[in-house]
């Protein structure tokens, strides 16, 4: 069998949710001692451990989805998928992924060990449970097809504009998710967007336990990460990354202090590009499929949005993107039962 | 074996394979030349990235449209690396390295993906939309562009000018910092065209006088031009002496040598802000292009020696021999890298082509996102000032001349990034004293003196308009101007087609010229061929008939430069500077008053003059065929020809809805155009009025198809009044009594 080429993309927050709970349990009972091994660090730290969390009866919002929980309970689902990929059947020619998803692809890349990862992931969701603050609010610039409307654009354009001529709120743009804007506001700005963005389906959606991630509200955090978390734990990727600047860091070449200033430095405060990412990904990398690391199912919508911006493979639409989907997907999500066979 | 692309890179394979790298000398380590060893392999990926670039070209026929290879110009990498990203680079066609490596470090950017469609000539090449092959980008500040005969050379000198010019003056929209040092690099055959002489010229005629020229001449020497070598020796002796000129002399094969030359000539031009020429040592791999049999002129023993000196080797044994990478790992960046750019090659030869000539031909005009705003007219106190020594002239009728000279006071005032430039322009105020005055208005850095050189003059304009201006320069002949049309021909007038209209190089060349000047002067001074013109797609040229309108287009010339980034070629007839009368002495009748530009009435392009209403007689003309038809006018009169004349006034793009518009219920059309039979304005009106099927009679009166001859000899070949009348009687069947 011929192997084919895979572009890695690493979930971010927010992707283990009700349904993905006993993910971990559910897939990857094999691998027990990689659990045993976060359940040790969280035990060290006094807090609960992700069997726990993933073992619980009941998904609790407040639980599950604190940044200190999270983290790392996605973290271990992820990293588990990610060692689930058969490479007998795939070459993984680049890693990346979205927001929280950059610390995962690190790991991924063998950039930071397995456990080095987790420790970086764990101390980052603390610090922003304890330290963060403002939000993240999620709103369209895509019609129903999933095609860019530069109406949606402009009007996004406009309320970042309008919203500096009020000093006490802050509004900036968070990620750039495909067909989705994320802002990162204040509180004052998370009010002000919620009453200015028309209301649509589900939008504005504001993100429950998210801090302003991606923009200068963290401003404070990259200091107290920098002091937490030593360079020396970065080691050379041994496969290429794509950072949210779209931005590749090459096995032999990428150099480990710069990865490491970004990781805590612009990382953390400028916005995240995720679209960039898929970019550079697609055209850069020309993989044959994409594989999206569970948990969570919600990460396939705006890299296909990206894949459709691009006119990537002649995806023209929503509708198209979904039938081509449907025998041999391009993106596999493993978050979703009936793709994840085709990453395994 | 003709195969020499596949032959390099098994040659490559095999001695990574075995380990048997060449010898190098003296192997330095890359700290020694300030890089580190990331760094270095940095360089060393895009020496691999640039090698896979040619080789797919060479292997994908039928999908790739292009095979010059940059492979042996690797050193071109070291130039980017050792300049800032905002030292504009006029590139060489074989610096598909010097690309690559500054397009790699951009956040978000595809650089191999990208330049796969160039290389297919995929509407989706984000450098000129599959319009040509062509090293550029505006995020890295290359102007996309060809070097193929050095043509380039001249603008970058123009931009290194204007490096010190936007300092000065402070110009809002300038491109390029204060410290900014311009990099050009060329060929070693190239180096003998007029064109780059003529650049380097004026680079040191700069330099000598202490005029800032910040500028890194790369002269990338392969030793041979397709098929003819460069004798031995020849580009050093040439340069390495040249008064205002510093030598400096690289080897690009090696490529810790090459940043070593590269970074101390580029800290030399930006400390010193003075011309350096690189001449960098550089090895042709795989032939001129694809289509390229080496053998046919060179020897197999010329051919291996040639590619024994392999930069990518070279850069492989040192990093081997210093341990900084394996030659596994080596291997494993190479085939890593081929695979990569074998998978997104597949995907780019996939993406769209131009498929329509209005597809293609789109941004002939710079498109509307590439527009800016005009700006504000200077207040009437700031005139006062500026026109106070002029303000009493000024009050009665003025000639052409004085039109001219008082609206470039007036564009010098509102277009704080407008400058003149030209052969004795400033102190002497131009051979006509067209421009006299405006030195001690608006200083040196304004109005420049320039040396005598017209591809100088048009390649200062373009490449000051690259960094924010908009130059009006100024051929003292339009004779002149052939010996530099290249420059708008090849050059300003293929920018923004090639760019996508990305890039734009706005101007108004001022052009002194045609007939009628007593005799004195002959052909010279008296050229009347706008042929050279005529041709080029997207450029504007104007031509007034008199002052009042000389003033208004000249205005709306200038705002079509800066707002719709147009090329405005602006040709003044010399003979009408300084006429004031028309039918008899002293009656002023091609006199007029000049007027504010707040106050006065606008000419647009394409909008055409018109005296008179009669429709027993058209005559469409411009510049001195006006002003002639208009004093045979008065004679037509006399015989009862109603007339109405046409002052075309803007030749390219002619305005023929206008024309078609002013010639509608005419009984007879006479073309009067004084430039030359063959090729001139009136074989294209005539061309369009039969091919709009216009069933009026019609004739043309042209010039001869002859120089100018000196004295009243002159006469015999330009067309005059009494023609005019003759032509027109005979039209019109009216019999001379």
Known sequence: MTKQTALVVCPGRGTYNAKELGYFNKYHSDKKFFLH?????????????????????????????????????????????????????????????????????LAASGTLSLMDGAHLVNEMGALMHKNGSGGQIVYPIVDSEWKTDPKRVQLVQNILEDSRKTKSVKIYTSIKLGGMIVFAANDAGLKYLMQNLPE???????????????????????????????????????????????????????????LYDYTLGEQINSTYDFSAAINVGIKEFAPDKIIVLGPGTTMSAPVAQELIEQKWLNFAGKEDFKFRQSDDPFVISMGMDDQRKFAL | MFDRATVLENAFKEHLENGNFPNIDDVQKPESVGLSPLEFIDLFETQIMTRHLDLMARRSKGKTFYSISSSGHDGTAAIA????????????????????????????????????????????????????KVLGGLEVYVPAQTSTIASHLPKAVGAAHSIAMARKLDINDKVLPNDAVIVCS??????????????????????????????????????????????????????????????????GTNMLDAYRGAKQAINTARNRRKPVFLHMKTVRLMGHAGADVQTVYTSMKTLKTTEAQDPLLQTASLLASQNILSPEQILQMYNALGNRLARLSVQAFSKPKL?????????????????????????????????????????????????????????????????????????????????????????????????????????????????????????QFLAYLHNAADQIRGEAATLSFFSNSQFTNPMVVRIAG????????????????????????????????????????????????????????????????????????????????YEAPAQDKTISLGEIGQYGKGTDLCILTYGNGYYLSRQAEKRLAKYKIKTRIIDIRWLQPLPEQAILKAIKGCKHILIVDECRKTGSQAEQIMTFIMENNIQIKTERLNGEDCFIPLGTAANEVLLSKEQIIDAALGLTGVQDD
């Open chain 1, 37 to 105: 091994e976060l359940d040790t660090l969280r035990q060290s730290k006094g807090q609960r451990t992700i069997s726990e969390l993933d073992g619980a009866g009941k998904f609790s919002s407040g639980t599950h989805g604190t940044g200190e929980n999270a983290s790392l309970l996605i973290y271990a689902c992820a990293m588990a998928d990610f060692h689930a990929i058969n490479r007998e059947k795939y070459d993984i020619v680049a890693i990346t992924g979205n927001s929280m998803g950059w610390y995962l692809a």
């Open chain 1, 200 to 258: 649509e389906e589900h939008f504005p959606l504001k993100l429950n336990n998210h801090n302003a991630f991606h923009s200068p509200i963290l401003d404070a955090i990259v200091p107290m990460a920098k002091s937490n978390l030593s360079a020396s734990i970065f080691t050379p990727p041994s496969t290429p990354l794509i950072d949210g600047q779209g931005v590749i860091w090459q096995p032999y070449l990428a150099n480990t202090q710069s």
């Open chain 2, 81 to 132: 690396k050792a300049a800032r990203l905002t030292d504009m680079a006029f590139l060489h066609y074989r610096d598909g390295a010097f690309l690559l490596q500054r397009k790699k470090h951009i956040k978000g950017a595809t650089p191999l993906y990208d330049m796969a469609l160039s290389f297919t000539a995929s509407s989706d090449d984000p450098v000129s939309g599959g319009r040509h």
């Open chain 2, 186 to 251: 060329f060929g070693d055959a190239s180096a003998n065209h007029s064109t780059a002489q003529g650049a380097i010229n004026a680079a040191c005629w700069a330099s000598f006088q202490n005029s800032p020229m910040p500028i890194v001449f790369v002269c990338e020497d392969n030793n041979i031009g397709i098929s003819t070598r460069t004798p031995k020796g020849w580009i050093k002796e040439s340069y390495n002496n040249k008064p205002g000129l510093e030598y400096i002399k690289c080897d």
């Open chain 2, 355 to 475: 498929t329509s000539a209005p597809q293609v031909m789109e941004p002939i005009i710079p498109a509307p996102c590439s527009h800016k705003p005009t700006p504000k007219l200077v207040s009437e106190e700031t005139r006062k000032d500026l026109f106070a020594k002029d303000a009493r002239g000024l009050t009665k009728p003025v000639t052409l001349a004085k039109q001219i000279n008082a609206a470039l006071g007036d564009i010098l005032a509102q277009y704080p990034n407008a400058f003149l430039c030209g052969e004795d322009i400033a102190r002497k105020g131009g051979v006509y004293g067209v421009t006299r005055g405006l030195l001690d208005k608006f200083g040196p850095a304004r109005i420049i003196d320039t040396l005598l050189d017209e591809q100088s003059i048009l390649g200062l304009a373009i490449g000051a308009g690259h960094n924010g201006f908009v130059p009006i320069p100024e051929i």
């Open chain 2, 514 to 593: 045609l007939g009628y000047q007593k005799g004195f002067g002959g052909h010279f001074h008296n050229d009347n061929s706008l042929t050279a013109l005529r041709d080029i797609p997207g450029i504007i040229v104007a031509c007034p008939s008199n002052g009042e309108d000389a003033r208004k287009m000249l205005r709306e010339s200038i705002r079509l430069a800066q707002s719709e980034r147009r090329v405005v070629i602006f040709i003044e007839p010399i003979a009408l500077y300084q006429t004031a009368d028309l039918h008899n002495k002293g009656d002023g009748l091609w006199l007029g008053n």
